[in-house]
């Protein structure tokens, strides 16, 4: 499988009823447990195949947060991975103060990663999506290493 057959057969965020995992050495970088494209979680080790698709625990809340994120984008991926990217990009600024900037100050990730142990934070939310990552895109990159590092 490759990106651009993800890219056009993916369904749309609204439409993933259940995301499945797969392991993978290519789609999944190192340093990183998971990460979700398109509606399907990549990870590098099978032990965590199996408990994503067993639908336990933090990383499967963590993963599927990110769905929900990609509804709040218009229900689109190709929008949320270009809001990621420009997130992501401005952040990387940051890489002398603090190292990974550009993924520990994005705010998809502080979302997440702060509600990733809550397993009934989606309960909230409908089919609008995630939208707790705008508050913390509303707020400059120096706040939001000071809230990250308060964490």
Same mark, same amino acid.
């Given at each position: 499988?490759?990106? $651009?057959?993800?890219? /056009?057969?993916?369904?749309?965020? &609204?439409? !993933?009823?259940?995301?499945?995992? !797969? =392991?993978?050495? $290519? $789609? ?6 998971? /990460?979700?494209?398109?509606?399907? !979680?990549?990870? @590098?080790?099978?032990?965590? !195949? ?14 599927? /947060?990110?769905? =929900? ?8 991926? /190709? ?13 990387? @600024? ?17 979302? &997440? ?16 999506? &995630? ?21």
């Amino acid at each position: 499988m490759n990106i $651009f057959q993800l890219l /056009i057969f993916s369904p749309r965020p &609204a439409s !993933v009823k259940r995301m499945l995992a !797969v =392991r993978s050495d $290519f $789609f999944c970088p190192k340093g990183y447990e998971a /990460i979700t494209l398109f509606g399907t !979680v990549f990870t @590098r080790a099978q032990n965590l !195949v199996d408990l994503i698709n067993d639908r336990y625990g933090a990383l499967l809340n963590h993963e599927q /947060i990110h769905l =929900r994120q990609a509804q709040s984008c218009h229900n689109s991926w /190709i929008l949320f991975y270009i809001r990621y990217g420009w997130y992501w990009l401005r952040a990387c @600024r940051m890489r002398k103060k603090m190292k990974n900037s550009g993924y520990w100050l994005n705010p998809f990730e502080m979302e &997440a990663y702060k509600n990733d142990h809550d397993l009934h934070y989606l309960d909230q939310f409908g089919q609008k999506g &995630a939208t707790g990552w705008r508050k913390y895109a509303k707020m400059s990159l120096e706040e939001r290493m000071q809230f990250y590092r308060r964490r």
